[in-house]
């Protein structure tokens, strides 16, 4: 027979296991309803004690046109990028992930659902991997968008130390932008921050042969191009 101690012990044990077993169910239909699929939860959201009228008026603008398109079609992707949209504004990012994702769910080339959620790994949850990622998934939907190859280089060359990687994605997107003079001026002052004066001459010049009525470039570079 058991002892009495042992009885305890074991008491305690399932006790344990019981309730953890009821927190992962609790979690699991708990979170599901509070992020997506509870539509009396879906757009109750919590106003920023700073938000001023100017703010909550546009709070309810988002809310109200998110709402329509949930009633009108829930599983359209772009109903969850308004509503992400809505949730990114008041700074609730955990359900503004939930909201793109579920965008992308439904289709997968959502570009905007996309670049929200690599800013908000970038600049909100600091993970620069995850927004590596979606910067370069971002690319590879529409990769004729010059704004993401820089920003993808900045990442690179700012936050995730490589260098070598930010060189490359500008020289990436030149290529298949045909030298796109933002790109040009990106990779210029890249080579000047990292000290390649010899690269940043010749891809000064390079701006300047391409684009010579251009005189805010014959100003900023013009030197460097000598």
Known sequence: M???????????????VIIFAWLLLAKKNGGEDVGLNNS?????????ADFDDNKKERLAEKLAEARAL?????????????????????????????????SLELNKNTITAVLSLADIYERQK?????????????IAIDYTKPDIYITL??????RLNQPDKSE??????LQNLENNPDLLVGLITFYQRTNSAAKAGEYA??????YP???SYKKDFGDLAK
């Open 2 to 16: 058991l002892s009495k101690k042992n009885i305890l012990f074991f008491s305690a044990l399932l006790l344990v």
């Open 40 to 48: 009396e939860q879906l757009f109750n959201v919590a106003i920023p």
């Open 70 to 102: 949930y009633e009108k079609d829930k599983n359209y992707n772009w109903t969850w990028v308004v509503l992400g949209n809505a949730y990114e504004f008041v700074r609730d990012y955990d359900r503004a992930i939930l909201a793109y994702e579920k």
């Open 126 to 138: 600091k993970d620069y991997s995850l927004a590596e990622e979606y910067y370069k998934k971002a």
């Open 153 to 158: 280089a900045k990442l690179y060359e700012f």
């Open 168 to 173: 490359a994605t500008y020289l990436q997107g």
């Open 205 to 210: 010049r390079k701006l300047l042969a391409l």
């Open 213 to 215: 009525d251009d005189t």
